[in-house]
């Protein structure tokens, strides 16, 4: 293949694959995003009830944590896509309607299963985070008159979030990459667009390697952004030797 051809397959327009890899790695933002921001509510929660005194919800969390990391992500999100589906059928059959063509958005399947994935992780970070600071701080606020829901969120989750961001860094880039998972459900995310043109145009290496490219380049953004975040999160902080 010559580099003129290369050129050709990857360019924009009737003649080439470039809108739809771009338009894939927009739908592939997009998943990751709305992933994140599930997932950071969630995990949230989580760590919450891993924390809690109610042996019930740290049995919860626990058995949620040893499920999720026990399982294969790819596993996972088909048992998202088809149990999701399967739930909704039968909830709609039990008051007398046909849902036999009803089928749950790939989209919303593929969000929940990253999420279902991304909160097993983002709760140990988050833990960490309330455990690393100062029980000091919180006993201050209180004598301060502050009240327990007044402590957390004025003293301890803002610095629980200068130790979250990098491990949640770290888990944005696994979710960035793991969102080609979504491709198993037939997502027209950024991998699988990259399959159907080398499929069509039988030139594999081309496809995936502007597929990998791009990637790259979303991780990298994302790397970049990461490190600015940590810097932000810890201005006003004195050097610790």
């Not at 950024?190 to 995936?208: G, I």
Request: neutral net charge; aromatic residues 10%; glycine residues 10%.
């Amino acid at each position: 293949m010559t580099e003129q051809s290369v050129f050709e397959l990857l360019s924009l327009g009737d003649r080439g694959w470039g809108d739809e890899l771009l338009a894939g790695a927009w739908l592939t933002i997009q998943l990751a995003l709305c992933a994140l921001a599930v997932g950071l509510v969630g995990g949230l929660l989580l760590a919450g009830a891993k924390l809690s005194h109610i042996r019930a919800l740290r049995w919860f969390a626990d058995t949620y944590n040893v499920i999720i990391r026990g399982t294969p992500e790819f596993l996972i999100l088909l048992m998202v896509y088809f149990g999701l589906e399967q739930a909704v059928r039968s909830i709609i059959a039990v008051f007398g309607y046909d849902a036999s063509g009803f089928e749950v958005p790939k989209f919303l399947a593929a969000v929940l299963g990253l999420s279902v994935i991304f909160i097993s992780y983002a709760s140990e970070v988050f833990r960490g985070a309330y455990l690393a600071v100062p029980p000091g701080q919180m006993e201050a606020a209180r004598a301060c008159g502050m009240s327990t829901a007044q402590a957390f969120l004025r003293i301890r989750l803002p610095q629980m979030w200068r130790f979250a961001i990098p491990g949640l860094g770290n888990l944005w880039m696994v979710l960035l990459k793991d969102t080609s998972l979504a491709a198993v459900i037939a997502l027209d995310d950024l991998l699988r667009q990259a399959k159907v043109a080398s499929e069509t145009t039988r030139e594999p290496l081309v496809f995936y390697c502007a597929a990998g490219l791009i990637y790259l380049i979303m991780t990298g953004l994302s790397d970049v952004m990461r490190h600015r975040l940590e810097r932000s999160a810890q201005r006003g902080m004195g050097r610790q030797s």
